[in-house]
């Protein structure tokens, strides 16, 4: 370990993580002192990862961090996550980022401070990559001079902040790449609750816990967008038919638009969410190359509607994984089965239930017919604690069933999670 460059070992250390256990890991011998001050690139400051963090008052945690981090002379990733403290003054916060804004190029911040500030100024811009940002407001942004010539990864929780400063923000950044947004603040210049957004370099787009009347976002190079616990009333993508993923989670929105062009698309997953199917069928139905179709827990808004499993096997002919869960009904189960085309390329299929019914197996037993390369079959369900008889029985028959379909199909490994 002696003849370690020193080099060496300030990467060792911004590899242990915890600030804590690198102060430690530095106290070794005037070596290791020595890499900690000169060559330590990474530290992190992480309220989960010591409990006598908990224990100091903000102003006692304020010099610990002041020292330590004025103690390093090449920070290139600094993050300060002190979510269950309590508030900190602002003043110290600013020296930090003043101290480390010539070298940082990755700056995780969530510190609830007792004034606001801007803290858009106060960072360095020029190198800064990623920046992650919780529990502070963001005003002001003035994007002709205060640009992230540098920044690909964007990260915004709880923030507060105006959707006219959110779009500049976003032209202030020419190479951003990832782009996140949870639960935001948005201060809005009319009565109207919509936003408009434009970014030509945004690649993945993550929204969580967010409501708007109208939004629409301008991406010509999307390619992922996930939405979780969403209500829009109009959700819009402008852009060239880029977008290869699409997840939508437990989101309500009356009119959904990605685009014409979704020849790309090799993801669809839609969890917990209200569907039109022949819309949305239309909306994706272009995807040749569709390689994965998930539609769990989705309410039909027709009654008479169901997953056309003929349309799918025809117009997505490259599906390797298909997962269904739905409420099945008599008169719709038999409609959905119709059908000579084949899901020749599916390999894992996974099947769900909420309330299990004698149509399941039957259900189970047509798809599987469809499947004839199929590998892995998954069966989700909900077991309830308190059951009758007439529901032991059916559990009992489903049970029957599923055994002699493996011995029928002994390719097939069947696997079960219950809930």
């Known amino acids: ?73 090449a920070l290139q990733c600094l993050t300060i996550f002190m979510d269950d403290v309590d508030e900190f003054s602002a003043a110290p916060v600013i020296a930090w980022l003043m101290y480390t804004r010539d070298s940082l190029r990755q700056l995780r911040y969530n510190v609830r401070t007792t004034s606001n500030f801007n803290i858009i100024e106060k960072c360095g811009r020029q190198k800064l ?33 105006s959707a006219l400063d959110l779009s500049l923000l976003l032209a202030a950044c020419p190479k951003l790449e990832n782009l996140t947004i949870v639960n935001p603040e948005i201060a809005m210049s009319d009565s109207q609750a919509s936003m408009e ?23 010509d190079s999307l390619e992922n967008l ?14 060239k038919g880029s977008l290869k993923v699409l997840k939508i989670d437990d989101v309500s929105v009356i009119h ?27 909306m994706i139905s272009k995807a040749s190359n569709l390689s994965k179709l998930r539609l769990w827990g989705v309410v039909f808004d027709d009654e008479d509607e169901v997953v ?18 739905y409420d099945l009904r008599d008169g ?52 309830s604690e308190v059951k009758t008889h007439e529901e032991c029985l059916i559990f009992a028959k489903f049970t029957e069933t599923i055994l002699q379909l493996g011995r029928k199909y002994m390719n097939v490994k069947i696997e079960f999670e219950y809930e």
């Open 332 to 383: 719709v189960l038999h409609y959905g089965l119709q059908g000579p085309s084949l899901l020749v390329n599916v390999v894992v299929l996974e099947l769900g239930w909420t309330a299990i019914n004698d149509l399941f197996s039957v259900w189970v037993a047509g798809l599987l017919e469809r499947c004839p390369n199929l590998k892995r079959l998954v069966i989700h369900g909900v077991v």
């Open 1 to 73: 370990m002696e003849h370690l460059p020193v080099e060496v070992i300030g990467n060792i250390l911004s590899h242990v993580g915890s600030a804590r256990d690198v102060v430690i890991a530095s106290a070794t011998c005037k070596k290791w002192r020595e890499a900690w001050c000169n060559h330590l690139h990474t530290l992190s400051f992480n309220s989960s990862d010591w409990p006598i963090y908990h224990e100091l008052t903000p102003c006692r945690l304020e010099i610990l961090i002041t020292q330590t981090i004025f103690q390093t002379r």
């Open 129 to 161: 990559e990623v920046l992650a940002l919780a529990h502070t407001s963001i005003t002001g942004v003035e994007p002709s001079y205060q640009k992230f010539p540098c920044l690909r990864s964007l990260s915004l929780c709880y923030v507060s902040i």
């Open 197 to 219: 957004l434009s970014s030509s370099s945004v690649k993945n787009f993550y929204v969580e816990s967010f409501g708007l009347d109208k939004f629409i976002l301008e991406a």
């Open 226 to 239: 996930h939405l979780k616990d969403c209500t829009f009333e109009v959700f819009e993508i402008i852009g």
């Open 308 to 325: 056309d499993l003929e349309t799918i096997s025809v117009c997505f002919p490259r599906l390797a994984q298909l997962s269904l869960s």
């Open 256 to 282: 959904l638009d990605i685009g014409e062009n979704t020849e790309n698309l090799e993801i669809v997953d839609v969890c917990n969410f209200t569907i039109m199917w022949p819309k949305f069928y239309h």
